[in-house]
């Protein structure tokens, strides 16, 4: 008992300790990003030399690639979800696949950036534009979607497959119908992390979307996001006022990611809530 406490008392300082940090880091970013901030700022286009420069273009870029990346990778990854759940077969190379899907999730995105670059702009001659992030970041999207999708397909109670199939409907039916609505507030939820994640990436993108924009957004444009540009201005920006530049560009990407966590969260909830199951149910 003794020893229970003194880990939970261990845990809980650790978990102190990384919110006070990030907390932290926080209070850093507010204090330079709000310094002259101005709501223009977002409606504005970068600039190099000069003050006063804005994040619009990279505000468009993050979301628009984030989201088509999603639609990409998303219906893919929950067809090959659907598969190893309900129709693969139980022989021993299904479950090598499962662990290469995880496997996959654990190689770094520098390395998927470079492999896309290779293909694309190396192979077939693409520019680093929007097109080619979106890409790069759906193949990291990919296996991450398959892999949350066969795990919460899992968790559905296998008496309502059971007598969905008893009643007479299809596999598919039973699928379609049945068990992915069940397990639809659990992939709304996770979707919020993923969306916050993709968001997030810099390493791929700067080999394929690359770090500059074009003067509009076009799939062959350039698709410098939030991210890459955070990182450019804060390593190689020679504005003026690159420290509030940087600064409000990681508050602008916070607030982003966090707002898709807490939507995502949001809407599983009000899910949950019209069938009538509580917080405590679902657990």
């Given amino acids: 008992m003794k020893r229970g406490r003194r880990w939970y008392a261990v845990s809980a300082g650790i978990t102190v300790v990384a919110l006070a940090i990030v907390l932290w880091v926080l209070l850093l970013l507010a204090k330079d990003g709000l310094a002259g901030w101005h709501w223009s700022r977002l409606t504005r286009f970068p600039r190099e030399l000069r003050s006063g420069g804005g ?64 293909t694309l702009v190396d192979g077939l001659g693409w520019p680093l534009s929007v097109g080619s992030g979106t890409i790069a970041l759906a193949v990291l999207n990919l296996p991450a979607v398959a892999v949350l999708g066969a795990t919460v397909l899992s968790e559905v109670p296998g008496r309502l497959r059971e007598g969905s199939l008893a009643l007479g409907a299809t596999r598919i039916q039973t699928v379609w119908r049945l068990m992915l609505p069940a397990a639809l507030p659990a992939l709304i939820d996770q979707l919020g992390y993923s969306w916050a994640r993709l968001a997030g990436e810099t390493a791929a993108l700067i080999f394929t979307a690359g770090i500059n924009v074009g003067p509009r957004w076009g799939w062959f444009q350039p698709g410098e996001t939030l991210a890459v540009h955070f990182w450019y201005v804060r390593t190689e920006g020679a504005m003026p006022d690159w420290r509030m530049v940087a600064a409000a560009t990681g508050l602008v990407l916070v607030t982003i990611t966090a707002g898709a966590v807490l939507g995502a969260k949001l809407w599983a909830a009000r899910i949950l809530a019209k069938r009538g199951v509580g917080v405590s149910e679902r657990g």
């Fill in 55 to 118: 994040i619009a273009p990279e505000l468009v870029n993050t979301v628009s690639m984030v989201m088509l990346a999603e639609c990409f990778s998303a219906p893919v990854g929950m067809a090959v979800a659907v598969w190893l759940t309900d129709y693969a077969p139980p022989a021993a190379w299904v479950g090598w696949l499962k662990r290469v899907l995880i496997g996959f999730q654990s190689i770094p995105a520098i390395v998927v950036g470079l492999i896309v670059y290779q």
